[in-house]
């Protein structure tokens, strides 16, 4: 357009517009220019294949990230309750072991406590004290006795009667 109004002006010529009309092209040029488009269509479509290809590593990065950093969490929860269930226990087995010092019958008490409705008689070792008053238990249970009363360990039981 340039050439041909530099032309036309010396000739005193204005030109406003050039209008090109009926251009054929070779068919080698255009094959050219299509194989030119549809390789462009193809590397715009690798482009976008490895865009998408990146944000699904990207999702599947963060998805990995989120999912160990919940098991982390998790883990360090089970580990804190842990711990504060040790101490609890450890607390609890400190003001027990506490209060047997104070008062050593407490064992003996919750034993007896924990005994069966059933029982009506608990024999000791003689070497031990008595749990119970034997001759109330005995009459309890409607046994008579037929050497008195039932000996404490300072008094040997007689070897030849029998209760």
């Known amino acids: 357009t340039d050439a041909l109004r530099i032309q036309l002006a010396k000739e005193g010529f204005l030109l ?6 009926d251009i054929s092209f070779s068919d080698q040029f255009t094959e050219a220019i299509e194989q030119k488009q549809i390789a462009e269509q193809q590397a715009q479509q690798a482009a976008f294949r490895v865009q998408q290809a990146q944000q ?5 990065r963060v998805e990995a990230q989120g999912k160990a950093d919940s098991a982390v969490i998790a883990a360090e929860g089970d580990a804190q309750a ?7 226990e450890s607390e609890g087995l400190r003001l ?14 919750q034993y007896i406590s924990q005994l ?8 000791v070792p003689s070497n031990t004290p008595f749990l119970f008053d034997m001759q109330e238990l005995l009459n309890q249970a409607g046994v008579e006795t037929t050497t008195g009363p039932i000996p404490t360990p300072a008094e040997p039981a007689p070897t030849d009667q029998q209760p």
């Open 56 to 60: 699904e590593a990207e999702q599947a």
């Open 116 to 123: 069966g409705d059933n029982v009506r008689l608990i024999i």
């Open 16 to 21: 406003t517009d050039v209008l090109v009309r």
């Open 96 to 109: 027990i072991n506490e209060i047997i010092a104070q008062n050593p019958n407490l064992i003996q008490y």
């Open 82 to 88: 842990t711990v504060l269930k040790a101490q609890a």
